[in-house]
């Protein structure tokens, strides 16, 4: 019994170990992927900040490839996530898009190079675009599905504007990625003209709420 015991704990431990491991490769490789771009990375320097020797890195992951496209898909679960249960909630539809734009917004916030990184992958490397497309499409079809039906019936019912629901999407989107494509310029002009840039980043958030809302209007 005692033997079972320890061994049990034994497993525990390791599988703790593991997931710690695992957990500090990814987040090693999200910082350089997001500060150097996928081809300047180098998986050396990646199991050099994790803490781990090279080929942990590769027992763990295998390819640089494969490394990448689990720290995508983690992001892209965690922005459709924070959607997901504030969609599927009984609530005016206009305090949902309230929401969603907020969130995208605060999630860009919180990860301001992303943008830019996945943007210059899609320019630069036309298969990676492909790859990256077929792995978002699980995540985010389910959601663009919910909105389009909620955005026909808003429409039908005269609540809102008459409105493609994928230009609705498109619009938040568009607004919310551009502060963050232009940081480097928009935190200089900020600067240049006496703004906190963190203050002007909150304001910003709000107007999009509002031209989105805006535009809902009837």
Do not use: W
């Amino acid at each position: 019994m005692q033997l079972t015991m320890m061994l049990n704990t034994n497993v525990i431990m390791k599988e703790k170990e593991e997931i710690n491991t695992e957990q500090a490769i990814l987040e090693a490789a999200e910082k350089e992927f997001l500060d150097k771009g996928y081809a300047l990375t180098k998986t050396t320097e990646i199991a050099k900040i994790a803490g781990v020797n090279h080929a942990m890195l590769h027992y763990y992951f295998r390819t640089k490839e494969n490394l990448f496209n689990q720290v995508f898909q983690k992001k892209m679960s965690i922005l459709i996530a924070s959607f997901a249960t504030k969609v599927d909630e009984e609530l005016p539809f206009t305090e949902k898009i309230r929401f969603i734009v907020e969130e995208h917004f605060n999630f860009l916030a919180e990860n301001p190079k992303l943008p830019f990184f996945i943007l210059s992958e899609f320019i630069t490397n036309k298969e990676r675009l492909d790859k990256l497309c077929d792995m978002a499409t699980p995540e985010i079809s389910g959601f663009v599905d919910k909105i389009k039906t909620e955005v026909n019936d808003e429409i039908a019912k005269g609540n809102i504007a008459p409105i493609d629901p994928f230009n609705l999407i498109l619009d938040i989107v568009s607004l919310n990625v551009f502060a963050f494509l232009a940081h480097p310029l928009v935190e200089k002009v900020t600067e240049s003209i006496g703004k906190d840039y963190q203050a002007f980043i909150e304001q910003r958030r709000d107007e999009n709420v509002l031209v989105i809302l805006r535009r809902l209007q009837t």
